[in-house]
């Protein structure tokens, strides 16, 4: 996903005077201030937009919906919240972080044969949370 077109796409709604986009570094915040001079969307911009409609993205969007269908009452959205600070955020510490915070060890969904949970944003969470609980085994000075 292109970021700062996503930022520009936003801000070029009359409507929105401002944003609050997600930084974990000064490389961050000073890319977002750089694009702030022109929110005109370039021509690749617009196309990135376009086919970023059909990704599912990292991002779950807290809804809930999921949460009921899970035998196991899995926190899924703080799992998915894992998943993003991995893989949204380079920053694979904090997920381990939140993954410890929840007591997760191991993949906790391991013990199922097929996951009941149907994803309003279309993501296969059984598979997302299997990817994201391996980190649990991995050390600390290994995610820095």
């Known amino acids: 996903m292109n970021t700062s077109a996503a930022i520009k796409w936003v801000l070029s709604n009359p409507d929105v005077t401002t944003t609050i986009p997600g930084m974990t570094s000064f490389d961050h915040l000073d890319a977002n201030e750089k694009l702030l001079t022109d ?6 911009e617009k196309n990135d937009l376009v086919a970023a409609r059909e990704e599912t993205g990292l991002y779950c969007s807290g809804c809930r919906q999921c949460v ?8 899924v959205q703080d799992l998915m919240r894992a998943y993003m600070y991995a893989y949204g955020y380079s920053n694979p510490s904090m997920a381990k972080t939140l993954l410890g915070e929840l007591g997760i060890s191991g ?13 309003q944003k279309g993501f296969n969470v059984k598979e ?5 609980s391996r980190l649990t085994d991995v050390p600390f000075e290994f995610l820095a």
């Open 107 to 119: 993949d906790p969904c391991s013990d199922c044969n097929e996951c009941t949970i149907k994803c």
């Open 68 to 75: 009921p269908s899970c035998p196991y009452n899995m926190p």
């Open 128 to 132: 997302k949370i299997a990817d994201i």
């Open 39 to 44: 929110i005109t969307l370039n021509d690749k």
